[in-house]
């Protein structure tokens, strides 16, 4: 037979009271904010991944964020090369009719100016502005591209957007690919590191930068001469409506025949243009659903790992009521009775 | 006839020294560290009469403790561990808040929101508010910076006002035992119990090993020995050796903080044992200290210094916001009346890791004028995003820890971290807790008053004396018997 004495019997009844307590404790808390983990050390891996799920449901809804914004850039550019393509057609329905001898010279003086008109239209789409930024001027957004000559004062600059993770894509057209000529027809985009190149990032490697920046530097600011000669040789849209203004202000209808030609393949460029950018936010809708899709699927993970299975929860919790109930009974049992109370 | 008064009269002593022992322990039932004493007693020695060996009573030989020295030395043992695991669960806890964003914001939380400031930026770089946007957001990346390593400073420096009180404790336990072995020893020599007084140097010696592991025994001159292992002996008898707590200068100091609390002999001041204590309270808190908090420091320094770098590094590239004069060969001026155009810092940094989360700020020139905050990579370029995008995709490049971790990614390990090892912690306190309560039951089964038992032997001992008196009663009544026979 081990003794039992009083100290001992305390220490059992303490301890197993403490014990029952604390659990009772640690559940009521996850009870009152619905969590199954409160603190890190609850489950360090499921509060590691929990945060980390937490910043990609953050990333995703600024990857919406942008998304949004280049459709609005993309509606308006879009509209605007509409606009261009119908004022085009318009125009070209004029060298139509009048690339014939039928009509006098007084008539096509009246058409100049319904030309000129178009002209000033196809001008005024060319610098148009979403909020304060110029739609077409590239990277110079802020001034207009084109002035009353038509002529182009803004960059080459391709703004790019990244619209779901590493999915980068152009959100403008500049006034060069649009109202002057274009080869390049590709939408692939490069990761805009690479144009920063990434070994900068590396804070060890900081030393040889400065050579490297030069050399990069101008990418997008200097007109190359080849570009100058290409503006020259190509139709752009103003020259040609110019064109066709002084065609019929002279009286020049073999002139006025020979601009159909170019006409044409600047509605074809157009239309090639609009089919880019229908494509561009064809994708832009699918990344939209896609991050969507990724939120959610995120959300039901985190809540997985964070939140507190309710049903298993309160049952665990009237368990554990149940237990300290018959733990007082057990020690009221041990407490109140002792040998002298039977002594007399 | 006589004899008979006489063993009554021993009878009746035995009895009634054993009812005052079973009342001291009863009194004493709740008193802590008191171990149950009993009567020893012994039958008195016979004597030879007329050839008949015939008995002379009971007589008390002593009054003794009820005491197992190797129980009490597992419950110092015991002891020990638990006050290092349930301080280091304690301490840990304190950290482990500073890096709980589960239900609010932390260090992670506002890191991405800074990332995907710049992705907004990046979607309309002519906007001046996105800018001051961008600006608040890295204010809050740089604050929050500076209170996770404030906060650590802090639970490093309550650290060492509570080892400089747990010295001053642990000195004047030390004292008391040095009394109390003097009387102990005064006591003895007089052939006195020093029971009472033995219980109450274990309930010190037991306080002491709080503090750290302690070795305790009695050397050949009954001198008893108190030393802290590892470190070496504290008491010696009537002598002590004290203990100084006392602060030291950064590069002095064992956890590479100015000022941190070192701990020596009062003798030997330049002899620093800070770190030599085993176990206990004060090896927990410095080892919290030096060890777990001084790698959260330095981990957290060195995320904010790569961070900070790795913007910087992209930053620098970019020309600023604003309107730009540019020569006739496309080259931009070097500065305009706001400063430099390109090259310009987002963070302050400095050239080592050391401080750098304390000390993370953004530098003058965004702090002054949000222009100088860098979009574009050419010059006069008010649409160009592409330094913007660029630092937001920094988000997902893996510079950090040799080229193998995201900030992020980096960040949450800490964070992991911090986590396993409160666990581990909890677990340990835990552990160690039940393991203590465990060897004290033991002690308390054999050393602990037993009221039932006290009954019981309360109840014996008046029949004893009862019957003592009875006997001398008897002894009385054939006085009388005799004395009668002359009437």
Known sequence: MSRVSENSNMHAIKYSLGKTKEKMENLQLKGSTLRSITRPSDNPISNVEALSLQSRIKDNKQYTRNAEYAELHLTATEKSIEQITEILNKAKEIALAQSSDFYDQDIRKNVANEVRQLRYQALAIANKRVGNKYLFGGFKTLSKPFDDQGVYSGDQGKMTLEISKDFFIPVNLTGYEVFYSSNDTSSKQPNPFEQVSPEDVNPTKVKDREEALEVSRDLASEKSDSQQNIYEERSNVFSLLEGLTNSLENNDPSFTQSLLEKFDESITRLVTMRTKVGSIMNSVDSSKLSNEDQTIDAQTRRSSLVDADVTELFSDITRQQNILKSTYQASQGLMSKSLIDFLR | ?487
């Open chain 2, 1 to 487: 006839m006589a004899n008979i008064l006489g063993i009554g009269n021993t009878g009746l002593i035995a009895a009634k020294k054993s009812l005052e022992t079973t009342g001291h322990n009863i009194a004493n039932v709740n008193t802590e560290g008191y171990s149950r004493q009993r009567v020893m007693q012994q039958s008195n020695v016979p004597i030879n009469k007329s050839g008949l060996i015939q008995g002379t009573g009971v007589r008390v030989r002593s009054v003794e403790r009820v005491h197992d020295k190797f129980v009490e030395q597992r419950l110092q043992k015991a002891t020990s561990n638990e006050s290092y695991s349930s301080y280091r669960h304690e301490e840990l806890t304190q950290i482990e808040n500073i890096f709980n964003e589960i239900d609010n914001e932390g260090l992670n939380n506002i890191i991405n929101k800074f990332y995907n400031a710049f992705r907004e930026l990046s979607a309309q770089p002519d906007n001046e508010t996105m800018r001051s946007v961008v600006r608040d957001t890295a204010n809050l990346v740089a604050k929050d910076f500076n209170r996770i390593r404030s906060s650590l400073d802090s639970v490093s420096r309550n650290i060492d006002s509570k080892i400089d009180g747990e010295i001053k404790d642990i000195n004047a336990i030390a004292k008391n035992v040095t009394q109390l072995n003097v009387k102990i020893a005064e006591l003895e020599a007089s052939g006195s119990e020093t029971g009472d007084l033995r219980d109450q140097r274990d309930v010190a010696i037991r306080e002491l090993s709080k503090s750290f592991k302690i070795h305790t025994y009695s050397d050949e001159r009954n001198n008893f020995i108190i030393s802290a292992v590892g470190v070496g002996t504290l008491v010696a008898g009537s002598e002590f050796q004290e203990l100084a707590a006392a602060g030291t200068s950064e590069s002095e100091s064992s956890n590479g903080m100015d000022g941190s609390i070192e701990v020596f002999f009062a003798s030997r001041p330049a002899h620093k044992i800070t770190q030599k204590f085993k176990s206990g309270r004060l090896s927990s808190l410095i080892r919290v200290r030096n060890e777990d908090t001084r790698r959260l420091q330095d981990d957290v320094d060195r995320l904010a210094f790569d961070f900070a770098n790795s913007v910087n590094a992209i930053h620098r590239r970019g020309f600023v916001g604003r309107q730009i004069e540019q020569g006739a060969d496309g080259r931009t001026v070097a500065s305009d009346a706001k400063g430099p155009v390109t090259g310009i810092n987002f963070f302050k940094v400095s050239d080592n890791p050391k401080d750098a989360s304390l000390n993370l700020q953004l530098s003058d020139e965004v702090q002054e004028d949000i222009s100088n905050i860098v979009t574009a990579l050419s010059p006069n370029s008010p649409g160009d995003n592409r330094i913007s995008l660029a630092i937001s995709k920094l988000q997902h490049e893996k510079f950090m820890a040799g080229g193998t971790a995201t900030i992020e990614e980096e960040f949450l390990k800490t964070v992991g971290n911090v986590g396993v090892e409160v666990g581990k912690a909890k677990l340990d306190a835990e552990q160690n807790e039940g393991i203590r309560v465990q060897v004290e039951t033991i002690k308390e089964r054999t050393s602990g008053v037993s009221l039932d038992e006290e009954a019981a032997n309360m109840v014996k001992f008046q029949h004893a004396y009862d019957a003592a008196a009875k006997v001398m009663q008897t002894a009385n009544e054939m006085f009388d018997t005799v004395l009668s026979i002359k009437r």
